[in-house]
């Protein structure tokens, strides 16, 4: 069995990974740490699993006992964390915050080395590394519907992107964007043009295609339902439709969770699963993709998943076989 450890084990990801990993068939949980919930069942906060666990959230941080942990701390919180505690050089680091998607070339952290953990990209990267950079939640709903086009070296002009995410993408703490009576019934954009998962997009949208001259606008939406991305992206291109289609089916035709569909899709095929889903329409010189993802899963934590079920070279799908919420 994989021992884990979960630190920020309180919030919306932490339960969404201690759900996942109770029903894994090759994961144990040893902690889940929370300082301000220790002592707690952990069913008293994540509510969802009420008879399903008696684990507690303790403060305490065994790494010794531990294979593998997932940071799922708020943005800028790991790198902290990594300067102030050691962890053990065997021990595997999933980190589901930003603090080290984008590559640069001074390490922030002496000796923790971070590979993007994009699996449709970067999966043999993945199977060797020590420490994972788990891609954010807009950025992969982005990246599946772009990577391909990018293999294509079709990104030449500015693609402008619309994408729209549920609130639990803000975090389980209460904002004026995230309670219900403001969400509900109401679409609102958000740092448009300045989103911060773009620089990891444009990273790998390099890495694909070799290069990046144009920008991607990116407007991001607040939408007014629970977890779910919806992404639209418009490129500009004269290569055939019956040429783009068939190069999206080659390129995702070994991705266990990415799925080209020859229809449309709607967002509720992929709430509550793994999976990313991607169509693509020609219309005139206009390429129309659309991809969706669950924000929690496939943009989160099921991802963080998959990418330790690469590190162990254990079944890729293990403990993420889920089926769609659609009704």
Partial sequence: MIKVGILGAAGYTGGEL????????????VFANSESNAGNLV??????????????????????QVDVVFFCFGHGKSEAFLKEHTIPANVKIIDLAQDFRVKSEELRVKNYNFVYGLPEINKEEIAKALHIANPGCFATCIQVALLPAANLNLLKEDVVVNAITG???AGQKPGATTHFSWRNN??????????????????SI????????????FIPYRGDFARGIFCTAIIKTPAPEEDIIEAYKEFY???AFTHYSDKSIDLKQVVNTNKALVHVEKYGNKLLVTSAIDNLLKGAVG???QNM?????????????????AF
């Fill in 309 to 325: 079920n690469i590190l162990f070279g254990i079944d890729e799908t293990a403990g993420l076989k889920l089926k769609a919420s």
């Fill in 43 to 64: 069913s008293d906060v994540h509510e969802g699993l009420i008879g399903d666990t008696d684990l507690r959230f303790t403060d305490q941080m065994p790494f010794d």
């Fill in 186 to 203: 109401n679409l609102s954009i958000y740092k448009p043009f300045t989103h911060q998962h773009l620089a990891e997009i444009k990273q």
């Fill in 206 to 217: 390099k890495q694909v295609q070799g290069y990046l001259d144009a920008d991607i606008d």
């Fill in 18 to 29: 201690i759900r996942l990993l109770l029903n894994h068939p090759e994961a144990e949980i």
């Fill in 253 to 255: 035709k070994d991705a």
């Fill in 303 to 305: 991802q963080a998943v």
């Fill in 167 to 169: 609130s639990t993408g």
